[in-house]
């Protein structure tokens, strides 16, 4: 079997993953260029946000913090509703088909 061909990186990036025959074809110097400038734009964003939810993870390991839902909704689920009656084909399912038939 033939390797595949040697795919050119941007500078600063390293393809370490196993080559296959064809990937050459969707890793493109273009969409390579396009992956590092967004990492390059949005790392510090990233890596801020993954920090905030460790931060918030040890506080709720820690029982200093608790899950609890948006103050905002606080009307919504305070409030009496209903949902709409079900679909007639999902109150008769007696027609289903869900394999094929055995005797």
Known sequence: MTPPPAIATPP??????AMQPGF??????EALALVADLVRRFAPRVDEL????HARQRRIDSGEER???LPGTRAIRESDWTVGPLPA???????????PVER
């Open 12 to 17: 600063g990036m390293t393809l370490t993953g």
């Open 24 to 29: 050459e074809r969707i890793l493109t110097p």
């Open 50 to 53: 993954l920090g905030a939810r």
């Open 67 to 69: 899950f609890d839902f």
């Open 89 to 99: 084909d999902l109150r008769d399912r007696r027609v289903e088909i869900t394999g």
